[in-house]
């Protein structure tokens, strides 16, 4: 047997482990689905949200890291399309729930705004970057065999019971607004996904040229 | 099957999509998820559940987050997965990528190459969670679903992501490569 054959051999193999793989997972599935439906749910969009992710290669971090290490912004485009089409159909939900007079889904994600903010995003940006992957990101890798995430993974959980601690103190120092701001509170339904969807279009607009100022 | 099916059947799990068909679908599944569980998605709500019930455990921490731990776990003496189903949702995304990785024949267990590596890794890691703990949530929660619920906190949080990514490549830059 040549290299080459040695290679084929392998990618079968992984091929038909996977298939394997897919049987056991799908059993899992149909196992939480006697249980409780919506605990099947959770698995399966996990395993969805995860297949996605690694078959795209969907990055937040190249998102927000290459425009400025390498002038590319494919993956920013990539980003700022799921931004406009999520906000398109989170609305569209919400909108629906509130027009019926139910309660509007999700709200609970419209959080404070305050120095936590600030802070929070500031140092998750370089850790991100330092670390090589997002949460998502991480927990995608470990998947596709990366020993190093599971060190990030280990850090994220240290520094997560370390904010908790301190969470009271920024809950209760530079908090600007407690309640947070819904856009649509603000300008309207209808203002509201247009200003939002504009500033993202802008952003893609931005995003082109920055990367046609890079080829120049 | 015969033997060409065969080949073609595999084939077809080999490519990468693109970064658009990758946008449409997450979009897609951002969707459902708010529908079905009337909350978007989130990643890092797991992370900060378990640090809570640790900490219950070895018994520290502030009057405050004791009140907040105990609650947790008074009703919740049932199976782990039913306990937090984000952390259920979490294991997913690991075992979702594992599947498209062996289907493509893209498998391969990575070494830490260095104690640089490492390094860097448990700090990313350390700053990202505490972090995503003050501030609610990560690149998914905070920013992609904050933004997409069209809260303002998550066009801050995302501003600042940028901030923070070009000091993390200018560190990356003088540190690292």
Redesign the interface.
């Known amino acids: 047997m040549n290299l080459g054959d040695q290679k084929k051999d392998q990618f079968s193999k992984q091929f038909s482990t996977g298939l394997i793989l897919f049987a056991i997972l799908m059993m899992v599935a149909i196992f939480l689905f006697q249980y409780a439906p919506i605990i099947a749910f959770f698995w399966i969009s996990g395993l969805a949200f995860g297949y996605i992710l690694q078959r795209s290669r969907f990055c937040f971090v190249a998102a927000l890291r290459d425009p400025a290490l390498t002038g590319s912004t494919a993956v920013t485009r990539g980003v700022l399309v799921a931004l406009a089409l999520t906000t398109i159909g989170f609305t569209a939900v919400k909108y629906f729930y509130h027009v019926n007079g139910q309660t509007i889904p999700g709200q609970n994600y419209i959080q404070s705004i305050g120095m936590n903010t600030v802070v929070g995003g500031t140092i998750f940006g370089i850790g991100m970057v330092i670390a090589g992957g997002c949460a998502s990101g991480m927990l995608m890798r470990i998947g596709e065999g990366f020993k190093i995430h599971l060190i990030t993974l280990s850090g994220f959980f240290i520094g997560t019971m370390l904010g908790n601690n301190h969470l009271e103190w920024w809950s209760n120092h530079l908090l600007w607004i407690k309640d947070g701001v819904f856009l649509p509170d603000l300008f309207g339904w209808v203002g509201a996904l247009i200003i939002q969807l504009m500033v993202i279009g802008l952003l893609y607009r931005l995003a082109i040229k920055w990367e046609e100022k890079q080829e120049l | 099957m015969n033997m060409e099916d065969q080949k073609k059947f595999?084939k077809w799990?080999k490519p990468?999509?693109?970064?658009?068909?990758?946008?449409?679908?997450?979009?897609?599944?951002?969707?459902?998820?708010?529908?079905?569980?009337?909350?978007?998605?989130?990643?890092?709500s797991a992370?900060?559940y378990?640090?809570?019930r640790?900490?219950g455990f070895l018994g520290f921490?502030?009057p405050?987050?004791w009140a907040v731990v105990t609650q947790l776990m008074v009703f919740r003496e049932t199976l782990w997965?039913?306990e937090n189903?984000?952390t259920?949702?979490?294991?997913?995304?690991?075992?979702?990528?594992?599947?498209?990785?062996?289907?493509?024949?893209?498998?391969?267990?990575?070494?830490?190459?260095s104690g640089k590596?490492?390094m860097?890794?448990?700090?990313?890691?350390?700053?990202?969670?505490?972090?995503?703990?003050?501030?609610?949530?990560?690149?998914?929660?905070?920013?992609?679903?904050?933004?997409?619920?069209?809260?303002?906190?998550?066009w801050?949080?995302?501003?600042?992501?940028?901030?923070?990514?070009?000091?993390?490549?200018k560190?990356?830059?003088r540190f690292?490569i």
């Open positions: 595999r799990f990468s999509w693109s970064y658009v068909t990758g946008a449409v679908l997450l979009s897609i599944l951002q969707v459902i998820t708010l529908i079905v569980t009337q909350e978007p998605l989130g990643i890092t992370f900060s378990w640090a809570m640790l900490q921490g502030t405050d987050h997965f039913e189903l984000v259920l949702r979490n294991l997913g995304i690991i075992l979702g990528a594992l599947l498209s990785a062996l289907l493509a024949s893209q498998f391969r267990l990575k070494k830490i190459k590596q490492l860097a890794a448990a700090l990313g890691g350390l700053l990202m969670g505490y972090g995503s703990s003050i501030a609610s949530g990560c690149n998914i929660g905070a920013f992609f679903s904050g933004i997409g619920s069209m809260s303002l906190s998550g801050i949080f995302g501003l600042f992501l940028f901030v923070g990514a070009l000091i993390g490549g560190l990356l830059l690292l």
